[in-house]
């Protein structure tokens, strides 16, 4: 069992910036992947970037790059997504997710996650 906390969100005007964090506990393991997907009312939910755990490695959906930034701290049981220059496109509930570290690499595919957190709310307004 992985159990994945989301903390963070909140609001904020465009431009601002906001730090989320992800809390992972569990039968998770040293080189998995945790990844951050959104979800925004009407859409479908998207992979926005994910980190594997062991190496560091990231990755980033071209909709966020050079804005978001996702990192570890040393222990590696928190992951951070930091949101930098925020548009009201950001606007939706932020989930982190677990899984194999190798599902990192295909993309940040929903359907490849199989641990998922309960989310957090982010909205930006103009």
């Known amino acids: 069992q992985v159990q994945l906390v989301e903390s963070g969100g909140g609001s904020v005007q465009a431009g601002g910036s906001l730090r989320l964090s992800c809390a992972a506990s569990g039968y998770i393991y040293s080189s998995d992947c945790v990844g951050w997907f959104r979800h925004a009312p009407g859409e479908e939910r998207e992979g926005v970037a994910g980190?594997?755990?062991?190496?560091?490695?990231?990755y980033y959906a071209d909709s966020v790059k050079g804005r978001f930034t996702i990192s570890q701290i040393n222990d590696m049981n928190t992951v951070y997504l930091h949101m930098n220059s925020l548009k009201p496109e950001d606007t939706a509930m932020y989930y982190c997710?677990?899984?194999?570290?190798?599902?990192?690499?295909?993309?940040?595919?929903?359907?490849?996650?199989?641990?998922w957190g309960q989310g957090t709310q982010v909205t930006v307004s103009s």
């Open positions: 997710a677990a899984d194999r570290n190798w599902m990192c690499s295909r993309g940040l595919l929903v359907s490849d996650f199989s641990h």
């Open positions: 980190i594997v755990r062991g190496s560091g490695s990231t």
